[in-house]
Structure formats: C-alpha cells, structure tokens
Nanobody
Framework: QLQLVESGGGLVQPGGSLRLSCAAS????????IGWFRQAPGKEREGVSC????????HYLDSVKGRFTIVRDNAKNTVYLQMNSLKPEDTAVYYCAATWRPYPSICTAVIDKRRFDYWGQGTQVSVSS
C-alpha cells in the first residue's frame, strides 16, 4: 500500500525559497510517475510539475518554469520540489501524487490530476510580506 506524505511548506517572503518533500512508504517510488499539484482557495487544483519513472522526463506549469525544479532521490524514496523566486500567486496547498508504471508516461505537457491514483494530504505554502 503506497502512502505519500508531503512536508516542507510554510510562510516565506516574496523572492524566497522552499523545498517541498514527498516521502513514500509501502512501495518504492522509482516505479511511479510523480506529480506535484497545488490548489488555492476558490480555484481548481492544477498540475505544477511531474517526473516520469522510465526516462525521468519532466514537465512544468508555464508560470513556474525557471523557478521550480522537481527531482527524485531514490535512496530516500522521496521526490522534492525546489521552489525559488516565490511569488504571492504561488500561495496554495501543495499535493504530491503518483501512478504505478504508467505507459505511456502520464507526465506530459498537460499535467492532468485525473491520471494520478495516489495522493498525499497536502502542505500549505504561503508567500507574503
């Protein structure tokens, strides 16, 4: 049974950085495509970034390109989202999600929440001065 737990959220000033962690237990994440999503109050949950398990392909939401980086650490069974140059509009609850051995990859230019099967509980990111 795959379990995902996000951590690393908090309150930061505009221009600051955070590193979110998605720690897995019960299964090894090296056989899963992983996505990061966020949901702000009154808005739909949107895909932020993803990484495939086969070719380590990555995609990013246009508004975070050049600022966010997704990376796997298989030794720790964890996927990170490094967030730099944070903006107030990045404020949201951030979730990680996973799907086992999708073929073809579900990590595509459109990061679709409907394609991900397992979800963490979310972690709050607030960007404010």
């Amino acid at each position: 049974q795959l379990q995902l737990v996000e951590s690393g959220g908090g309150l930061v000033q505009p221009g600051g950085s955070l590193r979110l962690s998605c720690a897995a237990s019960g299964r090894t994440l090296d056989t899963y495509d992983i996505g990061w999503f966020r949901q702000a109050p009154g808005k739909e949950r949107e895909g932020v970034s993803c990484i495939g398990y086969r070719l380590l392909n990555t995609h990013y939401l246009d508004s975070v390109k050049g600022r966010f980086t997704i990376v796997r650490d298989n030794a720790k069974n964890t996927v990170y989202l490094q967030m730099n140059s944070l903006k107030p509009e990045d404020t949201a609850v951030y979730y990680c999600a996973a799907t086992w051995r999708p073929y073809p990859s579900i990590c595509t230019a459109v990061i679709d929440k409907r394609r991900f099967d397992y979800w963490g509980q979310g972690t709050q990111v607030s960007v404010s001065s």
